[in-house]
């Protein structure tokens, strides 16, 4: 008999929505919220986690932050919460984000679509 195991890393979104000025940048920006994790699986269903990690990542500038652990479990609970600065330690980042502007009607991608995929009109 023989045993199918391993140890691995994983990241997990959470559907959260709050818009913010970043600190970096000074634009209003969406937080995004993840966890990062480590896990044990058995016959390739994972059983543990460990070595959790909440992070915020700022979609104005791309900025990363590292998440209060309590209120990272409250958001992965689905509990109301508000993410304030305190609650956050700056990463990375504050460089712009790679990607193109629509002229047109002002949607952004990080694809390099020669005509946008929202208005459909040419992208400069």
């Not at 059983?47 to 590292?66: D, G, I, K, P, S």
């Not at 409250?74 to 002229?103: F, K, Q």
Request: net charge positive.
């Amino acid at each position: 008999m023989f045993f199918i195991m391993g140890i691995s890393d994983g990241e997990k979104r959470f559907n959260f929505t709050q818009v913010m000025i970043c600190s970096i940048c000074g634009k209003y920006g969406r937080c995004e919220v993840f966890m990062t994790y480590t896990y044990l699986s058995l016959f390739f269903i994972p059983c543990f986690r460990w070595n959790r990690h909440y992070y915020v990542r700022m979609t104005c500038c791309n900025a990363l932050y590292e998440l209060d652990p309590e209120v990272g479990r409250r958001i992965a609970r689905g509990e109301n919460v508000e993410i304030r600065e305190s609650d956050l330690t700056r990463v990375s980042g504050g460089g712009r984000r790679m990607g193109r502007r629509c002229p047109n009607c002002g949607f952004s991608t990080e694809e390099n679509f020669e005509y946008c995929p929202h208005c459909g009109r040419r992208m400069e």
